[in-house]
């Protein structure tokens, strides 16, 4: 999803590229050989084949640089081999074996990079799983969250946000500006942030945003649009400021995993998760003991009714929007903190958000938590059987499926269906 | 500031290819949307559908063009179907994260490394599957006027383009004039009405999606064969957002509120862009403000918070009629 943007924007306007450069200019595919800790790798054989039986190859030196020079303009194939890697090392994806290199035009060196890391493929199935079923915890982690806020907002106002996911976005964006420019220790530059997006992507967003169109009557499928140009305008706001790569904070970045029995976590990993899941307890716990908690179910069951009996039904859906900002804006910051930032991250998010929610049922706090769990566990586990690109569409798929059978998602009452 | 220049680059844009390509993706969604209320945020995957089917027919099974465009057609019913028989039964707000989920499956599964082979990955397809097309083009020269310029072969697609456009329009403007056509926009009204008449809801919703389906996989036709190349990513949830936009901006449920829209879209998006880029690079607007790569980046903003504007201004759009679209109805 990160490169639908430039790609359009590119696509749309320079398809056809000048190829001015003079043919006599010498032109290279090329690359670094490292390993996961960025240690060059020597000795390894990369070849690269193209039109008109071009073939050549480099052997990568002392600092792991190799470079092949082509003759012309085209997409050639380029291969590592493999068996020369040093034990212990070796592709983290074995589909990046071979990688298209396109030579745009003459003059432009095309850099390649070879994913390599500690070898996950000589891990036997069993530790694979457990492995991938720790990290499937996590990302369901990371997925509850975000669609708690999301399905409470939904649930009070009928609002479905597809500007979510830019609130996980603004609060890993406002971590790393308070780390990386201001200069702040992570540990109380996540606070920080997390108190930022509550205020900017929860109170403020809706005071100057989605009461001032609650009040004028604006419907359920104009605001779902309103939230859609809200999307594109704050996550091309964000590529604007931040640009398309994607950030490390400046602590914590290269941790190493710790071996806990046959999976490694990072121990960044596992504060940020324990953080996350006390946040996701304390959240339930209030929905569920509270007094506003109370309310905002009765608002969501019956505005009417609620407003009736005394509640006071602006108050409880600004706490709603508050609560959801700020659970929303952990989870980005979860995902900064362990993957790094980039101003796609939130919406690469929102899909699997929206089909945890729609899997556990819209508006059940339950469901969300259970679809959250059913899709992040099973987006990792499925790698064990699908090649890992494809994860995230074994997951849209899985939900179609369950939509199938049980259109009102696996918590959701019959309401629902049209 | 050249203005000759940008006048002529935004001009060319609001009749160019591009201006088709989402001119028709946004008649399909008007059948979808606008007159029967169907959310439909998969509209990429249809475009994707059309011009993929060409692209693979061609290039990797060597099918003749014109064999290809009917597989495009008949790829593009079958995915409305697929699409239609889990979905349609759920409320609005559900076939829209369903629809939205499953051009992106389209989309990942296009891109991926495991069907390199046929789909061209990442990278995706380019050749000369249009061949058969161009070879047809009888414009020798290209257009060059001082507020207008094409080459050659944007010529042929341009006038073909329109044409197909004109045919698709008029076809349009009979089907929803017809007993058919009422009865969708009924449906979009009060689907519960329409039932109580004893009509099979369901099955209008899944013929409508058809439809506009098949109109969205010829947009992709257009995309494909102007470009001699498909590209997975440019096939994403942008690409129908801006369809939507294009939609709204014309006004939803009018049959000519797509071309007003895409017209005016491209135009403004390209005019916006240029004059941008002439201001930074004459110094008009300060470096550090913004930078010459950074002005697509504010397009697109400008983008998004026209949807929004539109959508809480003018949800009618610029030739709508608010009472014909009961946009407000909890779906």
């Known amino acids: 999803m990160s490169s639908i943007a430039f790609t359009l924007l590119t696509s749309l306007f320079f398809s056809a590229i000048a190829t001015s450069a003079s043919a006599a200019t010498p032109t290279y595919i090329q690359g670094t050989l490292v390993d996961s800790t960025k240690a060059p790798i020597a000795g390894v054989t990369i070849s690269a084949t193209g039109p008109n039986n071009f073939s050549g190859e480099s052997i990568s030196d002392a600092s792991g640089k190799w470079k092949i020079e082509v003759p012309a303009a085209a997409v050639y194939q380029v291969s590592i081999n493999q068996e020369q890697l040093p034990s212990g090392q070796a592709l983290t994806d ?60 939904f649930g009070t106002t009928g609002l479905t946000n597809f500007a979510h996911g830019e609130l996980l976005t603004l609060g890993g964006l406002l971590t790393y500006y308070l780390s990386a420019v ?37 419907g359920l499928i104009a605001a779902l649009i309103v939230s859609i140009g809200l999307a594109i305008l704050i996550r091309y706001f964000f590529l604007f400021i931040f640009g398309g790569d994607t950030r490390q904070l400046p602590e914590y970045a290269g941790q190493a995993g710790l071996a806990l029995g046959p999976v490694s976590i990072t121990p960044k990993s596992i504060i940020t998760s324990s953080i996350g899941l006390a946040m996701l307890v304390i959240a339930t716990l209030w929905l569920s003991r509270s007094h506003m908690g109370k309310a905002s179910r009765a608002v969501a069951d019956n505005p009417a009714l609620a407003s009736s009996s005394g509640i006071e039904v602006e108050r409880v859906i600004r706490a709603v929007w508050i609560l959801g900002a700020t659970l929303a804006s952990f989870a980005g910051i979860m995902v900064t903190v362990n993957q ?32 959250s769990l059913v899709i992040g566990v099973s987006i990792q586990l499925s790698t064990l059987f699908i090649p890992t690109e494809l994860k995230y569409v074994g997951a849209l798929v899985i939900l179609i499926l369950i939509l199938l059978v049980r259109p009102q998602g696996i918590l959701g009452k019959k309401g629902r269906i049209g | 500031m050249d203005f000759l220049f940008i006048t002529q680059q935004s001009l060319s844009a609001a009749i160019g290819v591009n201006t088709i390509i989402f001119a028709l993706a946004a ?31 061609v290039v990797s099974f060597n099918v003749s063009l014109w064999v290809a465009l009917l597989i495009g057609i008949v790829n593009s019913i079958i995915l409305a179907l697929l699409l239609g028989i889990p979905t349609l039964r759920l409320r609005a707000d559900y076939l829209a994260i369903v629809t939205i989920a499953a051009g992106e499956i389209i989309r990942q599964v296009a891109r ?104 969205g996989s010829i947009g992709g036709f257009v995309y494909a064969l102007s470009r001699q190349s498909v590209q997975p990513d440019n096939y994403g949830t942008a690409l129908t957002f801006f369809a939507y936009t294009v939609l709204i901006l014309g006004g ?65 759009g610029i030739f709508g009629d608010r009472k014909e679209l009961a946009l407000d109805a909890r779906a």
């Open chain 1, 340 to 371: 790094g930032v980039s101003f796609v991250m939130g919406q690469d998010l929102l899909l699997l958000i929206f089909a945890a929610v729609t899997l556990g049922g819209l508006g059940t706090i339950n469901g969300a938590l259970i679809g």
């Open chain 2, 112 to 215: 991926s490394a495991t069907f390199n082979k046929t789909l061209g990955g990442s990278d995706g397809i380019t050749g000369k599957f249009g061949k058969e097309f161009f070879d047809l083009n009888p414009f020798t020269a290209g257009l060059d006027l001082p507020f207008l310029r094409f080459t050659p072969n944007d010529l042929w697609v341009v006038v073909v383009g329109w044409a197909l456009v004109a045919v698709i329009l008029f076809l349009m403007w009979l089907l929803v004039n017809s007993p058919w056509g009422r009865l969708l926009k009924a449906i979009r009204e009060d689907e519960d009405a329409v039932r109580s008449l004893g009509k099979n809801v369901y099955l209008y919703k899944i013929q409508s999606l058809i439809a506009g389906g098949v109109i």
């Open chain 2, 27 to 57: 008649i399909g969604l008007n059948m979808h949307f606008g007159y029967t209320g169907l959310l439909n945020f998969g509209q990429a995957g249809f475009l994707a559908v059309g011009a993929y089917s060409v692209a693979v027919s």
């Open chain 1, 182 to 218: 201001v200069g702040l220790k992570v540990f109380l530059a996540i606070p920080l942030a997390v108190a930022l997006s509550a205020l900017i992507g929860g109170y403020l967003q809706d005071k100057f945003l989605w009461q001032p169109l609650r009040r004028r009557g604006t």
């Open chain 1, 94 to 153: 074995p589909a990046k074996a071979i990688i298209k290199a396109n030579v745009i035009s003459l003059g432009f060196d095309v850099t390649i990079l070879f994913p390599i890391g500690p070898g996950v493929e000589k891990a036997t199935d069993l530790e694979r799983s457990a492995q991938l079923l720790a990290d499937g915890l996590i990302l369901a982690l990371v997925i509850a969250l975000a669609a708690l806020g999301l399905n409470l907002v």
């Open chain 2, 252 to 316: 939803a449920a009018r049959v000519l509120a797509p071309i007003a829209g895409a017209v005016i879209f491209w135009f403004l998006l390209v005019f916006v862009e240029q004059m941008l880029r002439q201001a930074v690079s004459a110094g008009y607007i300060p470096e550090w403000l913004i930078g010459v790569n950074q002005v697509g980046q504010i397009r697109f903003m400008l983008v998004g918070l026209g949807l929004m504007m539109l959508m809480i201004f003018r949800p009618q």
